[in-house]
């Protein structure tokens, strides 16, 4: 089993790297490369899903982890870059529309 300072380092590593794509496919976006911000949000969510996973691990154990100070920061970045992952979705959809009405 993977040990808590562990966890909490891929979680922090990968919900970072969703975060920095989704903030990258918004860019996209925004220069009108609609498939190359689709391609980014869907790497994106592969981060992402790894990072919940390991929450999840950790969740599901029988022994409680310690709430410590990088665990702390860790579950922040995940929260973060989850919330930063829904409104980008929001957003690409704004810009497919726009692109199409224009």
Known sequence: MVKAEEAA???LVNADESRSLCLEALQAARHG???QANALM???DRFARVAHQVQT???ARETVVPMTS???HAQD???T???VRELANEMLYLYQRYSQAT
Do not use: D, G
Request: charged share 15%; hydrophobic share 60%.
């Open 57 to 59: 691990q950790l969740v």
């Open 77 to 79: 970045h995940l929260m």
């Open 9 to 11: 380092m891929e979680i």
């Open 33 to 35: 490369q609609v498939e």
């Open 42 to 44: 869907t790497r994106a």
């Open 70 to 72: 990088i665990m702390a």
């Open 81 to 83: 870059s989850l919330l």
